[in-house]
T-cell receptor, first 110, second 114 residues
Framework: EDQVTQSPEALRLQEGESSSLNCSYTVSGLRGLFWYRQDPGKGPEFLFTLYSAGEEKEKERLKATLTKKESFLHITAPKPEDSATYLC???????????FGAGTTVTVRA | DGGITQSPKYLFRKEGQNVTLSCEQN?????MYWYRQDPGQGLRLIYYSQIVNDFQKGDIAEGYSVSREKKESFPLTVTSAQKNPTAFYLC?????????????FGDGTRLSIL
């Protein structure tokens, strides 16, 4: 069974204080790893897809990286508007379903 | 603008009642999905459909039913057999259901028990 574990559960940052979120996964074969941002009361918003170890993607203050066992979402010089829950999901090459982690809730204080 | 519309935003269910959650997309996506989100847990797949008139059970299908009569629409019925229906329900779609494509989500329906 595919497993996705995100850590930490919650992260409180001061504005400008860079940090990283972790997503570790267990799958028989990775077809893709997806990062989403979710604001309270809203649906997840797609951020990145990573397909193979060593791949990196960037968007504004966010950078996602991938190894064979985990992915990191780096937040550089965060602003209050980066406060959200960040979700990680993996797609197993044996089927087309996504397995989601429970998320990391990031709070950035001004 | 293209997107996924879920309605209603809030829904209340009485004991023994079936309720239906609406999901409509105008992205011309082939695949559609229903998830349930509970506090402290990852999203769990209820049902998915890769093409019109076809759908498959996800990991927690018991107590739920769906239909896919049109490409744009994928309604979810929460039946009285679902004993713990209180949750945030999310509908998603993707270009096609053969993998490697991101799923795009609606803004959810929050279901509560009266």
């Amino acid at each position: 069974e595919d497993q996705v574990t995100q850590s930490p559960e919650a992260l409180r940052l001061q504005e400008g204080e860079s940090s990283s979120l972790n997503c570790s996964y267990t799958v028989s074969g990775l077809r893709g790893l997806f990062w989403y941002r979710q604001d309270p009361g809203k649906g997840p918003e797609f951020l990145f897809t990573l397909y193979s170890a060593g791949e990196e993607k960037e968007k504004e203050r966010l950078k996602a990286t991938l190894t064979k066992k985990e992915s990191f979402l780096h937040i550089t010089a965060p602003k209050p508007e980066d406060s959200a829950t960040y979700l990680c999901a993996v797609e197993d090459s044996n089927d087309y379903k996504l397995s989601f982690g429970a998320g990391t809730t990031v709070t950035v204080r001004a | 603008d293209g997107g996924i519309t879920q309605s209603p935003k809030y829904l209340f269910r009485k004991e023994g009642q079936n309720v239906t959650l609406s999901c409509e997309q105008n992205l011309n996506h082939d695949a559609m999905y229903w998830y349930r989100q509970d506090p402290g847990q990852g999203l769990r797949l209820i049902y998915y459909s890769q093409i019109v008139n076809d759908f498959q059970k996800g990991d927690i299908a018991e107590g739920y039913s769906v239909s896919r009569e049109k490409k744009e629409s994928f309604p979810l019925t929460v039946t009285s057999a679902q004993k713990n229906p209180t949750a945030f329900y999310l509908c998603a779609s993707s270009i096609e259901g053969q993998g490697r494509q991101p799923q795009h989500f609606g803004d959810g329906t929050r279901l509560s028990i009266l």
